[in-house]
Nanobody
Framework: QVQLVESGGGWVQAGDSLTLSCAAS????????TGWFRQAPGKEREFVAAINWSGTNTLYSDSVKGRFTISRDKVKNTVILQMNSLKPEDTAVYYC???????????????????WGQGTQVTVSS
């Protein structure tokens, strides 16, 4: 079992920055990857970004590419999502998730992920 706890959400204005953290504990596989997903009101949950265990591979959705940066602190078992130039359309509940199958071209698929956090709310006002 892997436990994931997100933190760092909040209310900001458009153009501001916010940093989300995902702290992992439990039986973490060295080959695992961590992803961030989000779900806006009335919409389906969507992929945001992912990073592999070593931090050498990352993937971003087109909607956040160039604005968001995902990174990993292996010592703290934490994955960071740095969000810059936030837009009102970034408003959502953000979830981190962990998978143990290893990095692949399908890392953006929710079905690959075994463990999920409870989510943290991000609200961006215009």
């Amino acid at each position: 079992q892997v436990q994931l706890v997100e933190s760092g959400g909040g209310w900001v204005q458009a153009g501001d920055s916010l940093t989300l953290s995902c702290a992992a504990s439990g039986r973490i596989s060295g080959g695992s990857a961590t992803g961030w997903f989000r779900q806006a009101p009335g919409k389906e949950r969507e992929f945001v970004a992912a990073i592999n265990w070593s931090g050498t591979n990352t993937l971003y959705s087109d909607s956040v590419k160039g604005r968001f940066t995902i990174s990993r602190d292996k010592v703290k078992n934490t994955v960071i999502l740095q969000m810059n130039s936030l837009k009102p359309e970034d408003t959502a509940v953000y979830y981190c998730a962990s998978e143990s199958s290893g990095w692949s071209r399908w890392i953006n698929l929710q079905s690959r992920y075994d463990f999920w956090g409870q989510g943290t709310q991000v609200t961006v006002s215009s």
